[in-house]
């Protein structure tokens, strides 16, 4: 197919849809959000999975100044019905099959649209039949944009969307940025081209969640530069090979997993389908073992970048190809704009070669606080830098290495899941003494979840009952892939468990600690 063939718009399994056809739904979504009631500053939830229906909806509530809230689809219900609820939104956009087991879940007062649930989905996913067609107690999404005229509101600042971060006290997050001046919206432009890799007309590949905060970015970017976006319902190795070669992929976002996934594929599959389209691969969110970058470049070429940030921060270390084979486990050299402190346990900033936990900005990104929860900003802010609880340090030569986390939280194939919410969970376990969870390494996600659960005297734990109370309240990526019952666990002198001497012998033998 000859490069003027190539479809320009956003693609989604057997469907496509045109950048004209998008602008004018969204619109259209807009239209219909605001005489609901939607405002600038309001928060409008979304519900889906990889859609193209997500995207459109995203960018109708940026057009009226509101912020889009996707909501992690894995969730339970009460865990979506926290979200709802601390988000304030008056609009829950949400695939139907899903909206199906929501009944009690969704609060009072607030309007679900019912968007059909996509055949490329139903393709991927065990779907219930009966749950594909509009609940009694929603309105059908398609139906209902079709009777809006075209948003022609006037132009106003558009924020990012705002992310759920994983909770460290067992609930999460909205991180809320300020919409952004039109001298930070160029900053962001200049970051994405660099980091991202965006640039006009880029035929870009989305096969990570939308919900996610890097590929909701890139995602939402990525649609809007006359070139092609291509979201994948979920991820699997060669039909991901057979897009990049089918549509000409030039740009994409992934994760370590990913990586690992493609090279297990036989040779001769890797082989069948061409690559020389790709320019720039960048890949975050967890460390990526050395050996399988340096085998990844050999494939695809010197096109693979990586950053390290977090959703708070942005984007605060970037690395080429060229970084990763000169200073293996690096997560490269300081972006442009940011600035990295790295503090010691006595609170003094370190210099180069030293360990520390770092703290970062970027001061040319709007601010955030965390919503309903400011005090919580606080908390991780140090003279205007924040700290995600990672620990690492700079080189002489300026290269950023992670070597540990502070704090508990465990990335599991790019998933940030903090083992206090499963605690919490085992705990209201009858028959649960004590308990801790922590990662463990895991070849294929990097880390996988292991949790340690201690028996109250007399009494005998089943661990396939443990797992399935724990999925009644957890999304199943938070149910922990390994669970053992011990008696009398090791505790420091205050009584807490000695949660390392659990977790370190894992990672000794693995030879890392992340």
Same mark, same amino acid.
């Given at each position: 197919?000859?490069?003027?063939?190539?479809?320009?718009?956003?693609?989604?399994?057997?469907?496509?849809?045109?950048?004209?056809?998008?602008?004018?739904?969204?619109?259209?979504?807009?239209?219909?959000?605001?005489?609901?009631?939607?405002?600038?500053?309001?928060?409008?939830? !979304?519900?889906?999975?990889?859609?193209?229906?997500?995207?459109?909806?995203?960018?109708?509530?940026?057009?009226?100044?509101?912020?889009?809230?996707?909501?992690?689809?894995?969730?339970?219900?009460?865990?979506?019905?926290?979200?709802?609820?601390?988000?304030?939104?008056?609009?829950?956009?949400? $695939?139907?099959?899903?909206?199906?087991?929501?009944?009690?879940?969704?609060?009072?007062?607030?309007?679900?649209?019912?968007?059909?649930?996509?055949?490329?989905?139903?393709?991927?996913?065990?779907?219930?039949?009966? $749950?594909?067609?509009?609940?009694?107690?929603?309105?059908?999404?398609?139906?209902?944009?079709?009777?809006?005229?075209?948003?022609?509101?006037?132009?106003?600042?558009?924020?990012?969307?705002?992310?759920?971060?994983?909770?460290?006290?067992?609930?999460?997050?909205?991180?809320?940025?300020?919409?952004?001046?039109?001298?930070?919206?160029?900053?962001?432009?200049?970051?994405?081209?660099?980091?991202?890799?965006?640039?006009?007309?880029?035929?870009?590949?989305?096969?990570?969640?939308?919900?996610?905060?890097?590929?909701?970015?890139?995602?939402?970017?990525?649609?809007?530069?006359?070139?092609?976006?291509?979201?994948?319902?979920?991820?699997?190795?060669?039909?991901?090979?057979?897009?990049?070669?089918?549509?000409?992929?030039?740009?994409?976002? !992934?994760?370590?997993?990913?990586?690992?996934?493609?090279?297990?594929?036989?040779?001769?599959?890797?082989?069948?389908?061409?690559?020389?389209?790709?320019?720039?691969?960048?890949?975050?969110?967890?460390?990526?073992?050395?050996?399988?970058?340096?085998?990844?470049?050999?494939?695809?070429?010197?096109?693979?970048?990586?950053?390290?940030?977090?959703?708070?921060?942005?984007?605060?270390?970037?690395?080429?190809?060229?970084?990763?084979?000169?200073? +293996?486990?690096?997560?490269?050299?300081?972006?442009?704009?940011?600035?990295?402190?790295?503090?010691?346990?006595?609170?003094?900033?370190?210099?180069?070669?030293?360990?520390?936990?770092?703290?970062?900005?970027?001061?040319?990104?709007?601010?955030?606080?965390? $919503?309903?929860?400011?005090?919580?900003?606080?908390?991780?802010?140090?003279?205007?830098?924040?700290?995600?609880?990672?620990?690492?340090?700079?080189?002489?030569?300026?290269?950023?290495?992670?070597?540990?986390?502070?704090?508990?939280?465990?990335?599991?194939?790019?998933?940030?899941?903090?083992?206090?919410?499963?605690?919490?969970?085992?705990?209201?376990?009858?028959?649960? $003494?004590?308990?801790?969870?922590?990662?463990?390494?895991?070849?294929?996600?990097?880390?996988?979840? !292991?949790?340690?659960?201690?028996?109250?005297?007399?009494?005998?734990?089943?661990?396939?009952?443990?797992?399935?109370?724990?999925?009644?309240?957890?999304?199943?990526?938070?149910? +922990?892939?390994?669970?053992?019952?011990?008696?009398?666990?090791?505790?420091?002198?205050?009584?807490?468990?000695?949660?390392?001497?659990?977790?370190?012998?894992?990672?000794?033998?693995?030879?890392?600690?992340?």
């Amino acid at each position: 197919m000859s490069a003027s063939q190539l479809f320009l718009g956003i693609i989604s399994g057997g469907r496509r849809r045109s950048h004209d056809e998008v602008a004018d739904r969204a619109d259209r979504i807009a239209s219909g959000l605001q005489k609901l009631g939607v405002k600038q500053g309001d928060s409008v939830a !979304m519900l889906m999975r990889n859609d193209i229906a997500f995207i459109e909806a995203a960018y109708a509530a940026m057009r009226l100044g509101a912020y889009g809230v996707p909501v992690n689809w894995h969730f339970k219900p009460e865990e979506i019905n926290y979200v709802l609820k601390d988000c304030g939104t008056s609009v829950l956009i949400a $695939h139907a099959d899903m909206l199906h087991q929501l009944r009690e879940a969704i609060p009072q007062g607030i309007t679900a649209l019912s968007v059909p649930t996509p055949p490329e989905i139903l393709a991927n996913y065990r779907i219930d039949p009966d $749950h594909l067609g509009t609940p009694d107690f929603a309105i059908d999404f398609e139906s209902w944009l079709k009777q809006h005229p075209r948003y022609d509101g006037p132009v106003v600042p558009q924020p990012q969307n705002m992310i759920y971060t994983s909770g460290t006290t067992g609930h999460p997050k909205g991180v809320r940025r300020s919409a952004p001046t039109p001298e930070q919206t160029a900053n962001a432009e200049r970051m994405r081209a660099m980091i991202y890799g965006l640039k006009p007309g880029a035929r870009a590949l989305l096969p990570g969640p939308l919900y996610h905060s890097a590929p909701n970015s890139f995602g939402l970017r990525g649609g809007r530069l006359g070139g092609a976006l291509v979201i994948m319902p979920r991820f699997d190795p060669e039909e991901f090979l057979r897009v990049i070669a089918t549509e000409k992929i030039d740009t994409i976002f !992934m994760v370590p997993t990913m990586f690992i996934r493609l090279m297990k594929l036989p040779e001769q599959v890797r082989r069948k389908y061409d690559m020389s389209s790709l320019r720039h691969i960048i890949h975050a969110a967890a460390p990526c073992p050395a050996d399988v970058k340096r085998a990844m470049i050999e494939w695809w070429g010197p096109v693979i970048y990586e950053f390290y940030g977090s959703t708070e921060s942005g984007a605060v270390t970037f690395a080429t190809s060229e970084d990763a084979l000169k200073r +293996p486990g690096t997560v490269g050299k300081i972006s442009p704009g940011a600035e990295l402190r790295f503090i010691g346990d006595d609170g003094r900033e370190l210099p180069q070669g030293e360990i520390g936990e770092i703290y970062s900005r970027i001061a040319g990104n709007p601010d955030f606080t965390y $919503h309903n929860k400011p005090e919580k900003r606080t908390e991780i802010d140090r003279e205007g830098f924040i700290t995600s609880g990672d620990v690492g340090y700079i080189d002489a030569d300026g290269y950023v290495f992670i070597c540990d986390r502070k704090r508990d939280m465990v990335i599991s194939g790019g998933v940030n899941i903090y083992p206090a919410e499963i605690e919490a969970a085992l705990h209201a376990i009858p028959g649960v $003494h004590d308990c801790a969870v922590f990662g463990i390494p895991d070849a294929e996600f990097g880390e996988a979840l !292991m949790a340690v659960v201690e028996p109250q005297p007399g009494v005998t734990l089943d661990l396939a009952a443990i797992r399935a109370q724990l999925k009644v309240s957890l999304a199943d990526y938070k149910v +922990p892939k390994h669970i053992e019952i011990q008696s009398n666990l090791p505790r420091e002198d205050s009584g807490k468990i000695f949660k390392r001497r659990l977790r370190d012998p894992y990672w000794e033998r693995a030879g890392r600690r992340i």
